[in-house]
């Protein structure tokens, strides 16, 4: 039986989705509690890797049993009872065996948290980059508009990432404002490592005046990583949700 999870964790205290041997991972978290639910020692396997410090609202995974008498719908509840508070299975459901929580997805929607101001807000530090000084949203959101579509993102493919394109679709980017809250959603058919840190920097660097919208036409045209801003740190980034169908 393949059943398919959606979660949401923390991502600060673990080294990332992936199982790796210098650090404690979300991925072997959910398999040891697959485990101890079941007897059974199985993959646990995510739409995607987050890094280290991401966090997550709507990551999907898919993992198979053999032997069971948990309904796919209780796999939440029996899952999260052996579970750190900061990882949360949302839902479980049986789906085909052709199901692969990876290579099944077609959009994902990545959600960078800003704050905006020149003191840092105790509150906001765990799930936001503070930001000093002003930004020009305007502009902000023209440079959001040459993202858009399908480009070679190669300006974005950090060292280590090992993709086979760095050819990718971005369908939206929404800029929103409340208050001092900025937040920019990025929706797309797959992102390369970094990906939506660095664009989401080059994007800031635009609106403080450090990058133009000419940067980003060359940078998307060229590939030139010198022309792109930095990489923003991994804890304004959330996964939103995953799309299937």
Known sequence: MKIKITLGYDGTDYCGWQVQPNGVTVQELLEKAVFMVTGESVRVTGSGRTDAGVHASGQVAHFSVEKTSIPPEKFAKALNAHLPSDIRVFSGEQVDQSFNACTSAKRKTYCYNLYLSEI??????RYS?????????DLMKKGAELFVGEHD?????ASGSGAKTTVRTIYSIDIEKDGKELRVKVTGNGFLYNMVRTLCGTLLALSQGEKSLQDIENMLINGDRTL????LPAKGLC???VEYD
């Open 120 to 125: 840092e807000n105790p509150l906001k530090q």
């Open 239 to 241: 996964l939103e949700s």
């Open 153 to 157: 993102f190669a300006c974005f493919n």
């Open 129 to 137: 980059t503070t930001v000093h000084g002003d930004v020009d949203l």
């Open 228 to 231: 792109c801003g930095r990489t």
